[in-house]
């Protein structure tokens, strides 16, 4: 259902991106399934089939994800000195779910952003 502009909030990047909804309404569901963004907003009509982050997502969970496990991994190594085998379990145990659940959000996040700072590209 298409609604003019005075009928949404334009909701935060932040809370776009946690909640997986259309960047311009807060109200459209963002993914049609796991990762594939919709062609248009089910709420406000917004065309999102302009809106591609690309790789962008899984490169940041990647670094920041990355960064945050090696560090973990240091400290615990330092620390307690677990045998390597302990390493080689625990850290796919924590990484591979944290990456899963936060690769969603994180797209969401940057498709939100690019919708603040390039909203004309977007056929606005
Ligand atoms: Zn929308």
């Known amino acids: 259902m298409t609604q003019t502009a005075e009928n949404w909030t334009t909701p935060?990047?932040?809370?776009?991106?946690?909640?997986c909804r259309c960047p311009r309404c807060g109200q459209g569901r963002l993914y049609?399934?796991?990762?594939?963004?919709r062609a248009r907003c089910e709420h406000c009509d917004l065309d999102?089939?302009?809106?591609?982050?690309?790789?962008?997502?899984t490169a940041l969970v990647i670094l920041v994800l990355g960064a945050?496990?090696?560090?973990?991994?240091?400290?615990?190594?330092?620390r307690f000195a677990p045998?390597?085998?302990?390493?080689?379990?625990?850290?796919?145990?924590?990484?591979?779910p944290l990456a899963?659940?936060?690769?969603?959000?994180?797209?969401?996040?940057?498709?939100a952003i690019q919708?603040?700072?390039?909203?004309?590209e977007m056929g606005l």
């Open 12 to 19: 935060s990047v932040l809370e776009a991106a946690l909640r």
């Open 32 to 37: 049609c399934n796991i990762l594939e963004v």
């Open 48 to 57: 999102l089939a302009g809106s591609d982050s690309g790789d962008g997502a």
């Open 68 to 78: 945050i496990i090696v560090a973990l991994a240091f400290w615990t190594e330092f």
């Open 83 to 96: 045998p390597l085998w302990l390493h080689a379990i625990i850290w796919p145990l924590v990484t591979i």
């Open 100 to 111: 899963v659940v936060l690769i969603r959000p994180t797209k969401a996040a940057l498709i």
């Open 115 to 120: 919708y603040r700072h390039r909203a004309t």
